[in-house]
């Protein structure tokens, strides 16, 4: 006795076709995720990076601070030695002095806080850091292409959007289950002196068959219930596109106004420190006090933090919109990792 059988799917009213898209969808809905932690992840490092050299820079600018206080402080007391200074004014330098070295430990603490950050993030010490490169060539020229492109590349968004496709076809896999399922069905079979009849008994059969699975109001639930998770999923997309709209207004507003305070942080900068220079002369032919003096270098120092951390936060800026538009890891020549690849 041997017999052998063929059956091949015909029609299940799309069910298979939307199984596939479904889970087509949640693959690439995965991989837009883990572009979007890379993303994430990335921006974090450049942050971390960027706070790491700007509070560098601030230890620098604390340092020489430290020695413009400390060459006014010796100053007065050479003064004081010839008798031309008073007491009050080396007391009154060397409590300046004072504070210009609790501002340097303020900000060397500051320092090793950043490099913390950036270990926790990066996983190793910074060495020999360059300064940031700016990538404001690689920004959008308005907010509303900002926008748009924030729309067409940002991975959560897309994230979002495959999981409304992979809602729909599950919805449309609920369908199937009011269609029957239809199968070609080949038969052959090669039998002799079967059940004690002698000789030959061959049978050859070719059949459609059409089979419909009657379930009562089991399907009509699990249809209506995908209905309610196409609409869940529907509203996680709609949210998450505000979010993106929120989200790179937010960076474009940072950015915008970040670039016009450092334009007048660096008027700051150039005015105070010519007037210091106009100070220091004045105050050796006794046209301004000590106090004077002193107060000077202490706006040009604070003038000089203030134009550090306003070129750190538009770099920042540049780099939040960036990643804001899904192109932070492309515009850092860095390639995705493998499991962000999607399906076509």
Request: charged share 30%; hydrophobic share 35%.
């Amino acid at each position: 006795e041997a017999e052998i059988r063929v059956r091949q799917l015909i029609y299940d009213g799309n069910s298979t076709l939307s199984e596939f898209r479904r889970h087509r969808a949640r693959v690439n809905s995965r991989a837009y995720e883990t572009f979007s932690t890379a993303e994430v992840t990335a921006l974090k490092a450049v942050e971390s990076y960027l706070n790491v050299y700007n509070e560098h820079e601030l230890v620098k600018l604390a340092t020489d601070n430290l020695d413009s206080h400390q060459t006014t402080y010796d100053r007065i007391v050479k003064r004081g030695r010839r008798g031309v200074g008073s007491k009050a004014d080396v007391q009154q330098s060397l409590g300046r002095l004072a504070l210009a070295r609790t501002n340097l430990m303020a900000q060397d603490n500051k320092h090793k806080d950043a490099i913390a950050s950036f270990i926790s993030v990066v996983g190793y010490e910074p060495v020999d850091l360059n300064e940031p490169e700016t990538k404001n060539h690689l920004l959008p020229t308005d907010l509303a292409e900002a926008t748009e492109l924030a729309l067409d590349n940002h991975p959560r968004l897309k994230s979002a959007s495959a999981d409304v496709e992979a809602a729909r076809e599950q919805h449309e896999t609920s369908k199937a289950l009011f269609f029957p399922r239809v199968h070609l069905e080949i038969k052959g079979s090669d039998n002799d002196n079967l059940d004690g009849i002698a000789g030959s008994n061959d049978d050859a059969e070719v059949m459609v068959r059409g089979r419909y699975n009657f379930t009562g109001g089991k399907d009509v639930a699990r249809r209506q219930e995908t209905v309610h998770e196409l609409k869940q999923a529907k509203e996680i997309r709609d949210r998450t596109r505000r979010q993106v709209i929120e989200s790179i207004r937010l960076s474009w507003n940072a950015y915008e106004t970040a670039k016009s305070q450092l334009e007048f942080f660096k008027v700051h900068v150039d005015a105070s420190s010519n007037a210091l220079g106009a100070y220091r002369k004045q105050f050796n032919i006794g046209q301004r006090t000590l106090i004077d003096l002193l107060d000077q270098e202490n706006e040009v120092f604070q003038a000089r933090i203030n134009y550090a951390n306003a070129l750190n936060d538009l770099r920042f800026a540049e780099y939040r919109i960036l990643a804001g538009t899904g192109r932070l890891l492309w515009a850092m020549e860095v390639p995705l990792p493998q499991q962000a690849d999607t399906i076509q």
